[in-house]
Structure formats: C-alpha cells, structure tokens
C-alpha cells in the first residue's frame, strides 16, 4: 500500500480539502503513475454535491489524469518507468462482454469501473480520482501521450472532453464535404469545435451568446449562428449532415432538429439534470432524421483521439489552478467563468500531515 495526498469531499455540503488514503500495490500488470495534472470536469462538482445521487464518500474526483510512469508490474509490457501517459473516466471493464471485446469498454454490459466513485471489479473497494498524487492503474486503461512536455496541463482535458467529442464525431463520420453544427462552446463544444475543424469539417458554432462569436471562429469555427435569432437559424434549414450538441442544460431540440438535412443526425453528449421538451416527431419522420447519444468513447478510440491531437497540435483551452482553488474552480463553472476548462498542478497538494 502507498499513502496518497489528495483533495476530497466527505459530505455534500463540505468543501473539499486536503485528505490522505490507501493506493494498492501495484498488481502484475498496473502501472503506478505520479499525477502531474488533472482537469476539473462539471462531473465532478455533481458528484462531489452528490447533485446525481449515489455518491460515496469520502470521494476524490477527477477523471481527466496525466502523469509520469513511476513503476510497473512485473507483467506490463506496454509501459515503462518514465512514460508521459494519460487516464481518463475509466480504470476497468469486466473484459469479457460483446462491448468489451469490440474495445467499446465505455457500454461494458456489466458496467465499466468509474476512474472515481465507482467499484473496483474484484474487490469492489471504491476508487479513487486524480485529485491526488498518484494513481494506481492497470495497463489496458492507461494512455500513451505524446504530446509536447509542455501541453501536458492542456492535454489533460483530452481524456474526458476531447474523447467525448471525439466518438460521434468518428462514429458519424465527419469528414471534409460535411456541414457539421456545435451547439454550446464551453468545456465540450470548444473541442468539438477544434476536432470537426480539424477533420475538415465546415463548422458552424451556435451559441446564445453573441460574445461568443470571434472566439469561436479562433477556435475554427468557420460560421457562428446566435440561436435565439430566428433568422439566422432559418437560414440553415436543412443543410446540416451532422450535429453535435453539448450543452447540458435542459432546452428544446426542435429548433435544432429542424437543421438536418435527409438523414441527418444529431447527437447528445451534454448531460443535463433534468430531461430536455420531447421533440415533436413529424421533425425526424418528413426527413428521416435521427437523435442519438454517445458516451465518452473506449480504450482504443482514446488512444486514437490522443494521437490525431498530438499530430494536428490540438490541446484544450484552459486556465491552471492551485489545488486549494478548486472550490473557488467550482463556483466560477457554475457561473460559465472559464475558457474552457480548469486543470490542477498536483505540484501544488500540500504536505502529508
């Protein structure tokens, strides 16, 4: 067993704060990773306040981990000592089911094993995030990253973010010749915005902040589209192939819907804490339009996203923090007061008592 430093909520209603626990040995095939950075995901505020129920506590967030290889089990073979790697929202899977064997780990039928707040497969201990100095992890759910040393604070919201973006964006095929739509630019919709643009996309942001509009088009935005105006909207009837909405707040997806052309598709990756209005069905029935979701993405599609970023130089827009700045990190998400996400220098977790 290793000591680990962290930062932790003990109840709903308490700040988090420093907190000292138990990592396991590393096993045959876990790597021991020493945390460098950790972005701060709206996950993880709504677990911390346990907004969506089932939280355990004490619970350590954090789900969007890079750090340095420190040691190996005696079976790993595909890192070693000194590695740059990256850990996002998973650490396990049962490894044996349709979507497990397909490297789809995210839909594992039994239910993949939480970074944090989630159950360990065998021993069902509860895990442990990346607020914390280190992590102990087994080799199949840990990335390679190859990125430039110093990116890795912007690299961090990759593992959450930019794979949660990435996966439809792949899964729909999005690619030069399309029109792609972003809806929202904040943590998600800035790295859909980068990626689609990257894969050459033509892009249009909507957004229903006008302020919004030439930071988007730095992003790669090729058009910006304030949705509240009805005749900017109007004027993109029916001419999308594909659109991905981020936001996570409740709001009517006809408007949207109304967008796609014949056999359009939009799909939802915002998590939103309560359901959006149905949308009325004669919308998809007259154009044979789909609405669909998608959930972070697997092991193997990770690693994909991570090098595609690292060849087209694509890291997240964000702000560091010092570890005691989380809650003030948390209060300023609420109020949308980052461009686009807060990662922590664990360089900045206090002393062990």
């Known amino acids: 067993m290793s000591t680990a430093r962290s930062y932790a909520a003990t109840a709903a209603d308490s700040p988090l704060a420093p907190f000292t626990f138990e990592r396991r040995e590393p096993l045959a095939r876990d790597v021991l990773i020493d945390i460098l950075h950790c972005g701060v995901c709206h996950s993880d505020l709504h677990t911390a306040r346990n907004e969506w129920g089932g939280t355990r506590y004490p619970v350590v967030p954090g789900h969007e981990i890079v750090g340095r290889v420190r040691a190996v089990g005696p079976g790993v073979s595909k890192f070693k000592v000194g590695d740059v790697v990256g ?6 899977s049962c490894q044996q089911c349709n979507p497990c064997s397909e490297g789809l780990e995210q839909y594992c039928d039994k239910g993949f094993t939480d970074t944090y707040n989630g159950r360990e497969q065998g021993s069902k201990a509860n895990t442990y995030g990346g607020y914390s100095d280190h992590i102990v992890v087994h080799e ?22 930019g794979i949660t973006t990435w996966s439809p964006l792949r899964q729909w095929k999005v690619g030069p010749g399309q029109k792609v739509g972003i809806v929202g630019l904040g943590g998600l919709g800035h790295m859909g915005v980068k990626l689609a643009a990257a894969l050459g996309a033509h892009v249009v942001l909507f957004t229903t ?7 988007a088009l730095r992003l790669g935005a090729h058009e910006v589209v304030v949705s509240k105006n009805a005749d900017e909207m109007k004027a993109h009837r029916a001419s999308f192939d594909f659109i991905l909405n981020t936001v996570a707040a409740p709001h009517e997806l006809d408007p949207f819907i ?16 309560s ?8 919308g998809f029935i007259f154009k044979r339009r789909r ?24 890291v997240s827009d964000i702000e560091s923090i010092r570890a005691d700045q989380i809650e003030e990190a948390y209060e300023r998400m609420l109020k949308s ?6 990662v922590i220098d664990l360089a900045t977790l206090p002393a062990a008592a």
């Open 258 to 273: 109304q967008l796609l052309k014949l056999d359009g598709t939009m799909t939802l990756v915002g998590a939103p804490a």
């Open 140 to 161: 199949k759910f840990v990335l390679r990253v190859t990125h430039d040393e110093s990116q890795l604070a912007a690299v961090a919201p990759l593992l959450c973010a």
């Open 209 to 215: 902040s006008p302020g919004k509009r030439e930071d």
């Open 337 to 342: 007061d980052v461009k686009y996400r807060f």
């Open 275 to 282: 359901p959006h209005p149905s949308p009325n069905v004669f």
């Open 87 to 92: 850990v996002g929202c998973m650490v396990d």
């Open 291 to 314: 609405l669909a979701g998608s959930l972070i993405g697997g092991i193997a599609e990770t690693q994909e996203m991570l090098d595609f970023c690292a060849g087209h130089g694509i």
